[in-house]
Structure formats: C-alpha cells, structure tokens
C-alpha cells in the first residue's frame, strides 16, 4: 500500500517477537506443544535423567528449581573458567537446541503458520494506514519466513546467505519484502561463510547452526550479529513498536538498550511508541522494570478495548468492565496474539474498510469465527 492509495500518511510498523508468539502461533494448532523457556528447561530435566547425562547430575536439583533461570546458569558455569564447568554449559546448549527442534518438528514441514501469515497480510489492506518496515525476532525457528514467503513471495535477512533450502526463498521479489531480523540467529542457518540456509533437520549438531545460544551475555559483536543489529537500530526509526509475546527480562538486556537508545536517545524525531501485545500482568511489570521507556499495554489499545467490550453485557459498569477486560486479557487460556489480530479486524470492518488482500488469507483468518 502507497501512501497516495490511502490518502493518509502511513504509520511505519515494527514488529518484535519473542518465545510467546511462536506459543501463541503453535498452541492454535496443539497446545500440548510448549516452547517457553519453563516448558524448554523441564524437557531438560527429563533428558538428563532418561539419558543419564553423568556431566548435568551436579545441576539437576538446581534446574529442578521452578525459578531457575536456564539462561543464567549457563552464564555463570561459562564464566568459572574451569573446565569442568564450560563443559556443563555445553551440554546444557545443546540440549536447549534439541528440545526446541523436537518440539518444532511435531507441528510436520508442511505446516503453514496462521496467526503470522495474517499479521503480514493485514498490512496489505488499503486503508490500514500501517507501512510494515520491518520484522525482529528473537526464535530460532523458521515459522516467520514460512509467513512472509507465504504474502510476499520471498525473504530478505539483510545479509549475504547462500540459499539451499527445499522451501523457502531468498531474493528479488515483485512485491516490497520486509526485513526479516533475526537478532540471535537461526536453526536453519549453517555456520560457515558465507552462511547457508539448510533444513533444519539436515543440521545435526548444535555447533554447526549459527545461533546465539541461552546466556545472559549474548554475543553479538561478530559477524552476522553485528550487522543484524545494526540494521534492527535503523528500522527502529519508525512510528509504532509492537512488541508480541516477548517480556524482555533481564536476560535481554542488549535488547532493552537498543529499544531506549532508539527511542529515548534519538535526537531527530519524537520517540515511537511501544505496544506490549501480551497477558496485562507480563505488560504491567515490563512497564514498571523498565520505567524510562514509554509503553502501551494491550488492554489501553483503543481496538482491543473497543472488540472486547462487544463480548460483554451492557449492564456492566465502567469499573468492573475494565475489571473483567484485564481478567480476559489474564487467562492463560486466552490467546493474546489472535485476540488482538481479530481486534485489528474488527476496527477496519467497523470503519467500512474492507479486509480484501491479494491473498485473501486475513480476510479467510478473521471471517473462521467472527
């Protein structure tokens, strides 16, 4: 969509996805899936006890802990220096890269992502007024490219990779393609130069795929992590930050100094705002950990309020019906990414906008059950 189409000037549109939006996508098609890091370090435990892995015994009952951060264990046993200990945060990397693949694998190479696909597609719709500008992503798999190739023919990872994929596409296209950034790499990216982007499952060892593995300290000051974030501080340079299921903790400190240099320390123009598409309670407390940055919850986004409020009785007050808004946006059964995508929806087909896209596929999303 141009400019002149809408008549209007067009917000220009990053997206930031985490863990939760992959959780999200996933759980539409098997909740039984679960890619969190909670769900990642109790696949861990188990793997360390059915393949009795001698050299994880001393850290079991340590990750045994519910509030055991996997990232930084690895850190601090990377940070002793002893062998002994590098060789247990190796071990604890590769089994991270393992149950993330088997977990992926079981949604089979043929599934095409739903709630992804829409949300590039929507930007398709004259009259949105959103120009997509780009797309940062902290997962490692492949479930975003899958929905850019889908609207937009092919992908563009702002770096040089040498393409032997059976699937996805690399290259020019017809239609204008996003940038896709992927800050801490990929599990279908080999570890070679010039890079090669494989099948996953042709990938058999965790050293042979770049990716920056768990750990507070996340190396990004080599190639081709320096250039991606380089090139995620550029694209910053935009009206509107969504962020989607990501909550960045103080594991993703770098993270949280690039959104506050690009957004508070940008001298050129008004800062951009931050929309935090997760449950209120994870958005209420990135707000209060991170108060110099400026953000908007879901539940004060004028469309989710608007879309919610149809789904309860009139007969409520102001007061309780925010009440049962945040209960909703709460429930670990809601999902927040489809809530706010249908939302989005229902705003253009309230102001007469129709949802028509060369593809079809938000319009075929949104009409399944509204």
């Given at each position: 969509?141009?400019?002149?189409?809408?008549g209007?000037?067009?917000?220009?549109?990053?997206?930031?996805?985490?863990?939760?939006?992959?959780?999200?996508?996933?759980?539409?098609?098997?909740?039984?899936?679960?890619?969190?890091?909670?769900?990642?370090?109790?696949?861990?435990?188990?793997?360390?006890?059915?393949?009795?892995?001698?050299?994880?015994?001393?850290?079991?009952?340590?990750?045994?802990n519910?509030?055991?951060?996997?990232?930084?264990?690895?850190?601090?046993?990377?940070?002793t220096?002893?062998?002994?200990?590098?060789?247990?945060?190796?071990?604890?990397?590769?089994?991270?890269?393992?149950?993330?693949?088997e977990?992926?694998?079981?949604?089979?190479?043929?599934?095409?992502?739903?709630?992804?696909?829409a949300?590039?597609?929507?930007?398709?719709?004259?009259?949105l007024?959103?120009?997509?500008?780009?797309?940062?992503?902290?997962?490692?798999?492949?479930?975003?490219?899958?929905?850019?190739?889908t609207?937009?023919?092919?992908?563009?990872?702002?770096?040089?990779?040498?393409?032997?994929?059976?699937y996805?596409?690399?290259?020019?296209?017809?239609?204008?393609?996003?940038?896709?950034?992927?800050?801490?790499?990929?599990?279908?990216?080999?570890?070679?130069?010039?890079?090669?982007l494989?099948?996953?499952?042709?990938?058999?060892?965790?050293?042979?795929?770049?990716?920056?593995?768990?750990?507070?300290?996340?190396?990004?000051?080599?190639?081709?992590?320096?250039?991606?974030w380089?090139?995620?501080?550029?694209?910053?340079?935009?009206?509107?930050?969504?962020?989607?299921?990501?909550?960045?903790?103080?594991?993703?400190?770098?993270?949280?100094s690039?959104?506050?240099?690009?957004?508070?320390?940008a001298?050129?123009?008004?800062?951009?705002?931050?929309?935090?598409?997760?449950?209120?309670?994870v958005?209420?407390?990135?707000?209060?950990?991170?108060?110099?940055?400026?953000?908007?919850?879901?539940?004060?986004?004028?469309?989710?309020?608007n879309?919610?409020?149809?789904?309860?009785?009139?007969?409520?007050?102001?007061?309780?019906?925010s009440?049962?808004?945040?209960?909703?946006?709460?429930?670990?059964?809601?999902?927040?990414?489809?809530?706010?995508?249908?939302?989005?929806g229902?705003?253009?087909?309230?102001?007469?906008?129709p949802?028509?896209t060369?593809?079809?596929?938000?319009?075929?999303?949104?009409?399944?059950v509204?």
């Amino acid at each position: 969509m141009t400019e002149k189409q809408s008549g209007h000037s067009s917000k220009k549109i990053v997206y930031l996805l985490g863990a939760g939006a992959t959780q999200a996508e996933v759980s539409l098609k098997d909740d039984t899936i679960r890619i969190l890091m909670r769900d990642i370090r109790d696949g861990i435990l188990k793997k360390i006890d059915r393949d009795n892995i001698v050299e994880l015994k001393e850290v079991k009952n340590e990750l045994a802990n519910e509030f055991t951060d996997v990232e930084h264990l690895i850190t601090l046993y990377e940070s002793t220096g002893m062998p002994e200990h590098e060789v247990i945060a190796k071990k604890l990397k590769e089994l991270f890269w393992k149950e993330i693949q088997e977990r992926i694998k079981k949604l089979g190479d043929k599934y095409q992502p739903k709630l992804l696909t829409a949300l590039i597609d929507i930007h398709e719709i004259l009259g949105l007024n959103e120009k997509l500008a780009g797309l940062i992503t902290l997962n490692y798999e492949d479930l975003l490219e899958k929905a850019v190739q889908t609207v937009k023919e092919s992908i563009d990872y702002s770096i040089k990779i040498n393409n032997a994929h059976s699937y996805i596409k690399l290259g020019p296209s017809a239609i204008q393609t996003p940038p896709v950034l992927k800050l801490h790499g990929s599990f279908n990216w080999k570890n070679e130069f010039p890079i090669t982007l494989i099948d996953e499952y042709k990938i058999t060892k965790p050293e042979d795929v770049l990716w920056i593995p768990p750990g507070v300290e996340k190396k990004r000051e080599k190639y081709p992590f320096n250039i991606l974030w380089g090139r995620a501080r550029e694209i910053l340079d935009c009206d509107v930050l969504r962020v989607i299921g990501c909550s960045l903790s103080r594991n993703d400190w770098q993270l949280v100094s690039l959104l506050y240099t690009t957004q508070q320390l940008a001298s050129h123009k008004k800062e951009y705002a931050i929309e935090l598409i997760d449950y209120v309670d994870v958005s209420k407390e990135i707000r209060e950990n991170y108060s110099y940055l400026s953000f908007r919850i879901i539940s004060d986004i004028k469309e989710v309020r608007n879309f919610l409020i149809k789904s309860f009785s009139t007969e409520y007050g102001e007061d309780k019906l925010s009440i049962a808004i945040e209960e909703l946006l709460n429930n670990p059964k809601t999902n927040i990414f489809d809530t706010w995508l249908r939302a989005k929806g229902e705003d253009l087909k309230s102001r007469d906008i129709p949802l028509t896209t060369p593809t079809m596929i938000f319009e075929n999303y949104f009409n399944e059950v509204s």
